[in-house]
C-alpha cells in the first residue's frame, strides 16, 4: 500500500470517531453587551435565551424637587480641601429634563438562567461620595471596590438576602472584589467614616436592567420576545410597575411618571 494510500485510510476511520465521540464546542449565542451602571449588564453566555426586542422609555418629575442637602465634610480635613465650596446631595435629581437615577428592571415574565459575566462593575470613592450612586451587578458578577481618595473609606453594604460586609480601604488606589449570590433589589451601602456617603447595589439574576440618565431615559436591550412586567425603583418615590409586550426586533416604549 503506498503512503498516499494509508493516509486516505486513516483520515476515513477517524470521521466517525470525531462525529460520535469526540468533544464537541458550541457557540454560545451573543448576548447584550456589558455596560456599567448607566445602562444594561449582561454578556449572557450560552444557555441563556436572548433576543432583538428592546423597552425603553423616559422617567419623569412633575412638581418641585427639594433642595439639595447641604453636607458638611470638616470632620475630615482631606474630604473639606476637595470641597472647599461645600458638598450637596440631591435625592431626587430632576434638573436634567427627567428623573435621574431610577432603576428599571424586568420584574417577571422571563425564564431560562442568565449565568453572569466575568466582568467587573465598578463602585469608586471619589471626592468623598460613592460613584456611581446606584450600582446595578447581576448576581454572581464580580464588584469591584477602588478607593481614589488620599484617605480613608470604608464600603457597608446592608444586604439582607447576601452577607454582610465591612472593607476598610485607608490608602489611596486601594481595590478589593466581591460578589453577591442572590438577587436583591436594592442592599442600602454606606460609609461608616463618613456618614453622608450613600449608594444602593441592585443585585439582579438577569441582564436587563438599566438606570435613567440625566434626562430621565433608560433602556434595556437584547429581550427576547414575550410579556413582561417591568418594574422602576427610585430610593425616594414609590415604586411603579407596567405590563409590556414585545416581539422580535421591536422597540417597545414604557414611561414613568412622579410627582413631588
Not at 150 to 171: C, K, M, S, V, Y
Request: aromatic residues 6%; neutral net charge.
Amino acid at each position: 500500500m503506498s503512503m498516499r494510500t494509508t493516509l486516505a485510510v486513516l483520515a476515513l476511520v477517524g470521521l466517525p470517531f470525531a462525529g460520535c465521540g469526540g468533544p464537541k464546542e458550541e457557540t454560545p449565542p451573543p448576548g447584550p453587551a456589558a455596560t456599567s451602571a448607566a445602562g444594561p449588564a449582561g454578556g449572557a453566555p450560552a444557555g441563556a435565551t436572548t433576543g432583538s426586542a428592546s423597552i425603553s422609555g423616559k422617567i419623569s418629575f412633575e412638581g418641585t424637587a427639594p433642595a439639595p442637602e447641604k453636607i458638611k465634610t470638616s470632620a475630615d480635613p482631606k474630604c473639606q480641601a476637595m470641597h472647599p465650596q461645600g458638598l450637596e446631595r440631591q435625592t431626587i435629581d430632576a434638573g436634567g429634563g427627567g428623573l435621574k437615577d431610577v432603576f428599571v428592571y424586568v420584574k417577571s415574565g422571563l425564564s431560562g438562567t442568565y449565568p453572569a459575566p466575568t466582568e467587573p462593575v465598578l463602585l469608586d470613592q471619589k471626592g468623598c461620595m460613592y460613584q456611581p450612586h446606584i450600582i446595578t451587578v447581576q448576581a454572581g458578577q464580580p464588584l469591584k471596590i477602588r478607593n481614589s481618595d488620599d484617605t480613608l473609606h470604608n464600603i457597608h453594604p446592608r444586604p439582607t438576602a447576601n452577607p454582610e460586609f465591612n472593607i476598610g480601604q485607608p490608602r489611596q488606589g486601594m481595590e478589593s472584589t466581591k460578589t453577591f449570590d442572590k438577587q436583591e433589589i436594592m442592599i442600602p451601602v454606606g460609609c461608616d467614616v463618613h456618614p453622608w456617603m450613600r449608594s444602593y447595589i441592585a443585585v439582579v439574576g438577569h441582564p436587563f436592567f438599566s438606570v435613567s440618565k440625566d434626562d430621565g431615559t433608560y433602556e434595556i436591550k437584547g429581550l427576547p420576545a414575550g410579556d413582561y412586567e417591568i418594574e422602576a425603583w427610585h430610593e425616594k418615590l414609590k415604586t411603579q410597575t407596567q405590563k409590556v409586550t414585545v416581539k422580535d426586533g421591536e422597540k417597545a416604549k414604557a414611561d414613568f411618571s412622579y410627582k413631588s
